[in-house]
């Protein structure tokens, strides 16, 4: 978890990416680099109370979950890292 003081949201929100160091518990250092793109949309929607869209309602009234949760090609990469097509299934169906 993150936690970003208001000083910094402020900071971030003017930025296209956020750097981040981090501690380990094996005291060596973490890098990751975020991408910020968006985010001051995602806060202002935050902050208005997070109103539902027209394309939230088409999505809630959908009648059934789509039969396989996996795209075509991340079963194509499951399958190429060795695993058998009937863990695939059991993963990618509902």
């Given at each position: 978890m993150v936690m970003?003081?208001?000083?910094?949201?402020a900071e971030t929100l003017q930025t296209t990416r956020l750097?981040?160091?981090?501690?380990?518990?094996?005291?060596?250092?973490a890098t990751e680099v975020?991408?910020?793109?968006?985010?001051?949309?995602?806060?202002d929607h935050i902050r208005s109370g997070c109103p539902a869209s027209p394309?939230?309602?088409t999505i809630t009234q959908r009648?059934?979950?789509?039969?396989?949760?996996?795209s075509e090609q991340w079963v194509a990469r499951?399958?190429?890292?060795?695993?058998i097509d009937q863990q695939t299934n059991a993963a990618c169906r509902h």
């Open positions: 970003i003081k208001d000083s910094e949201l750097r981040l160091q981090i501690l380990t518990l094996v005291r060596s250092v975020l991408d910020t793109t968006g985010i001051q949309t995602a806060v394309e939230a309602d009648s059934s979950p789509p039969e396989n949760l996996c499951l399958r190429a890292a060795g695993v």
